[in-house]
């Protein structure tokens, strides 16, 4: 059983910048893939961005050059710097961890709200 837990949310101005966390209850080398997610009111979840265990990343257009995923295997923690942070990134964010033995398992955090305004 994978445990994740965010930190990091909060209240920012238009341009600001976070750094979300996801502490895992495993070694980041058991997990597949770890991914960021976010939701906004009304709309679907969005995957914003992935890295797998190998270190590859991938991001959602709207964020590419702004957002950073990255890990400390260390602290068995994986990161989402976001700069530049517009109003439409507003949304909660979910950690996601995939984990593939005999079939694929998706674990996820409980949610951080990030809230972009004046």
């Known amino acids: 059983q994978v445990q994740l837990v965010e930190s990091g949310g909060g209240l920012v101005q238009p341009g600001g910048s976070l750094r979300l966390s996801c502490a895992t209850s495993?070694?980041?080398?058991?997990?597949?893939?770890m991914g960021w997610y976010r939701q906004a009111p009304g709309k679907q979840r969005e995957l914003v961005a992935t890295?797998?265990?190998?270190?590859?990343?991938n991001y959602v257009d709207s964020v590419k050059g702004r957002f950073t995923i990255s890990r400390d295997n260390a602290k068995n923690t994986v990161y989402l710097q976001m700069n530049s942070l517009k109003p439409e990134d507003t949304a909660v964010y979910y950690c996601?961890?995939?984990?593939?033995?005999?079939?694929?398992?998706?674990?996820w955090g409980q949610g951080t709200q990030v809230t972009v305004s004046s």
């Open positions: 996601n961890a995939r984990v593939q033995s005999n079939r694929i398992t998706d674990f």
């Open positions: 890295i797998i265990r190998g270190g590859s990343t």
């Open positions: 495993v070694s980041i080398n058991s997990i597949s893939a």
